[in-house]
Nanobody, 118 residues
């Protein structure tokens, strides 16, 4: 059973930084990809950043400000968020997926709140 646990959210002033962590059970290199999503109140969940097949992708709204990386422990993925803006306020979710034939299995963490406000 795969479990993902996020941490590192909180309240930060505009222009500040936070680093989110996602600890996954099992070796994350067995996943086909790992992503960070976010969901603001009244909005749909959106992809923020992710690894898929050796490629790293970012939403246009966070390019140049956010960086996704893997930890040395190989079961942790991070999201470094710099120059935070009030519009970055959301619940951030870690996601991992495994492709088996024609079926994709998605796993989600419980989410961590990020609030950017003065």
């Amino acid at each position: 059973q795969v479990q993902l646990v996020e941490s590192g959210g909180g309240l930060v002033q505009p222009g500040g930084s936070l680093r989110l962590s996602c600890a996954a059970s099992g070796n994350i290199f067995s996943f086909n990809g790992m992503n960070w999503y976010r969901q603001a109140p009244g909005m749909e969940r959106e992809l923020v950043a992710g690894f898929t097949g050796g490629r790293t992708d970012y939403a246009d709204s966070v390019k140049g400000r956010f960086t996704i990386s893997r930890g040395n422990a190989k079961n942790t993925v991070y999201l470094q968020m710099n120059s935070l803006k009030p519009e970055d306020t959301a619940v951030y979710y870690c996601n991992a997926f495994i492709v088996r034939g024609t079926t994709t299995f998605h796993y989600w963490g419980q989410g961590t709140q990020v609030t950017v406000s003065s």
